[in-house]
């Protein structure tokens, strides 16, 4: 069933940190390369995301939720946080999509979100990486980031292994 999908940044709320936790664990567990090692514990992905959370409290990020009803589908946090000498550059990271919602356009429509807030925040660049191996290098490209390079043996797999990183790049806005 395809979800009522509600795109729209997170907050510091409980139940919000619960479900982003939960989403991290689920996504290492699956093999997901988010830059954490299975097993990931709650407590250090909670840890992680009360990190994130209060960066964005701190203006340095913004942190998307997409929402089917109360339940929390997916997210991704748009980095705001860059050099001085880089004040028009954003970073798309932690793209994550609960398995059950794959293949339902939640992950576009969450970049899409990052996209505009980018704009809204004088962002004209926007750059990301995603794992050679099994990483959503089509989703990227289905939605006009442009291919820069791969770095071979960059991380390790959630389960071991190395693999590369593909690198993206996209303009934004009117720059």
């Known amino acids: 069933m395809k979800p009522e999908l509600e795109i729209r940044?997170?907050?510091?709320?409980?139940?919000?940190?619960?479900?982003?936790a939960a989403m991290l664990v689920e996504t290492v567990a699956?093999?997901?390369?988010?830059?954490?090692m299975h097993p990931l514990t709650p407590g250090d992905a909670a840890a992680f995301w009360d990190g994130?959370?209060?960066?964005?409290?701190?203006?340095e990020r913004i942190i998307?939720?997409?929402?089917?009803?109360p339940h929390l589908i997916g997210t991704?946090?748009?980095?705001?946080?860059?050099?001085?000498?880089?004040p028009h550059r954003a970073e798309i990271a932690k793209m994550m999509t609960r398995p059950q919602w794959r293949g339902?356009?939640?992950?576009s429509a969450l970049l899409r979100g990052?996209?505009?807030?980018?704009?809204?925040?004088?962002?004209?660049?926007?750059?990301?990486d995603t794992a050679s191996d099994e990483g959503a290098a089509g989703l990227?490209?289905?939605?006009?980031?442009?291919?820069?390079?791969?770095?071979?043996?960059?991380?390790?797999?959630?389960?071991g292994g190395l693999t590369g990183t593909r690198l993206y790049w996209k303009r934004v806005g009117t720059g």
């Not at 940044?9 to 982003?20: F, I, N, V």
């Not at 998307?64 to 009803?69: A, I, N, P, V």
Request: no cysteine.
């Open 9 to 20: 940044p997170l907050s510091d709320a409980p139940d919000t940190r619960a479900q982003l």
């Open 30 to 36: 699956g093999g997901g390369s988010v830059g954490f």
């Open 52 to 59: 994130a959370l209060a960066a964005a409290l701190r203006g």
């Open 64 to 69: 998307l939720g997409g929402w089917d009803g």
């Open 76 to 86: 991704v946090t748009l980095i705001l946080n860059t050099p001085p000498n880089q």
């Open 104 to 107: 339902q356009g939640v992950a």
């Open 114 to 128: 990052a996209e505009v807030l980018a704009v809204q925040n004088g962002r004209t660049m926007l750059v990301l």
């Open 140 to 159: 990227y490209e289905r939605a006009g980031y442009t291919f820069a390079g791969e770095l071979p043996d960059y991380a390790l797999k959630p389960h």
